[in-house]
């Protein structure tokens, strides 16, 4: 009786499990399909992506989305937390931003509206999540960008001495209900490039634990400002190095940027 008794919990428990891998399976496919499946075209600009998951779903999104004929936005989130429910309120996140196509052009305010939107929901699961938001306005070759709470935009010019950081900043999207955001603009000269990311990124860590870091990605920012490389070649680059920093080492969390560069003929 004992042992049928204890197969039954077996196979029961068993079943349970593959349940709950074949929901695992459907959410990391919704999330997968929410990601742009290719970039817009905006010469004179060159836009790659990547989005790499720590978990089968995570609480990490980008977005690009194309706005009329003369400009694009650009989203990159982190929900706080990991798993399904950081994965539900990202998609929801990424819903509201695309719900609202007449502040495109402004991150500030697009940012104030989402957070009024989101602010219930949020805090009703005492959750929260930072976000950068730019527009880039390809006629005048400039960003416009706005944060809540989110990394620093990072923009390096192809005769300046410095990588500058854009910090824009006001709380994460759904700690207070009414927040007034701003934005910076940065003029994006030919051969500029810009990188977004979450902090995915620069909290990687190597197998001794030491962190890749801000000033690592910066560093590492630099040193390709003469280099000329388009955005997808300096996506592959990156996404190299960070491979060699982490040497193997599990992903703790979502690594996530996008890259934006201004190509010279």
Known sequence: MKLKIANERFLE???QTQVMRRELDIAAGIQRSLLPTKVPNAAPFSIAICCERA?????????????????VLFVVADVMGKGIPAALLAAILRSVVRSLP???????????????ILYDDFSRVD????????????PGRRLLAASAGHCPLLIVQPGG???QRIEAS?????VLP?????????????????LLYTDGVTELANPEGAMFGEEGLIEW???????????????????????RFQRGRQLRDDQTFILLTHDTP
């Not at 007449?102 to 009024?116: G, I, M, T, Y």
């Open 55 to 71: 978990r089968d779903v995570g609480g990490d999104f980008l977005d690009v989305i194309p706005v009329d004929d003369t400009g």
């Open 221 to 243: 920012f630099a040193a390709r400002r003469h280099t000329g490389h388009k955005a997808a070649s300096l996506k592959h680059l990156l996404s190299e190095e960070l491979s």
């Open 127 to 138: 959750m929260f999540a930072t976000a950068l938001v730019a527009y880039l306005d390809r």
């Open 170 to 174: 006001g709380p994460p999207l759904g």
């Open 178 to 194: 009414e927040v007034g955001y701003f934005a910076e603009m940065a003029p994006l000269d030919r051969g500029a490039r810009a």
């Open 102 to 116: 007449q502040k495109f052009a402004n991150p500030a305010l697009l940012l104030s509206a989402v957070n009024r």
């Open 161 to 163: 001495a410095e990588v």
């Open 13 to 15: 428990e068993r079943m």
